[in-house]
């Protein structure tokens, strides 16, 4: 059975048309396909962090939109320097104690750029 992308709970990995990889701290909806936002997203420029991808969301796991192709990220054997990466990012929210934006304020970014999320 497909699973709604916005219903996985486990880091995503997005893997763009020239094949770089990344993963995604945050994922939203967006009329025009996904908008995602990068691993620490909020200590930089939103200008290069935010993210909109066109097109389609197809599939059930993996996704597919606009030439790239969406999967769980896998363990640092498949996926090892973004696995390194996310886990830095993981690290970072164990240690900074609260130095994470709360949801409400992630959603009203979203919303700046024209993601489909719910008015709190």
Do not use: N
């Not at 945050?26 to 962090?49: K, M, V």
């Amino acid at each position: 059975m497909p699973v709604d992308l916005f219903s996985v709970e486990a880091p995503l990995l997005i893997r763009l048309p020239d094949g770089e990889k990344r993963v995604m701290a945050e994922a939203f909806p967006h009329p025009e396909g996904l908008l995602y936002f990068d691993l620490f997203w909020h200590t930089s420029d939103l200008a290069q962090a935010v993210h909109l991808v066109r097109g389609s969301i197809e599939g059930g796991g993996p996704w597919k939109v606009g030439g790239c192709v969406i999967t769980v990220l896998g363990c640092h054997e498949t996926d090892g320097e973004v696995a390194g990466e996310f886990a830095a990012w993981q690290d970072y929210l164990a240690t900074t104690h609260g130095g994470y934006l709360p949801r409400e304020e992630i959603l009203a970014v979203a919303r700046r750029y024209g993601a489909e999320v719910p008015e709190a």
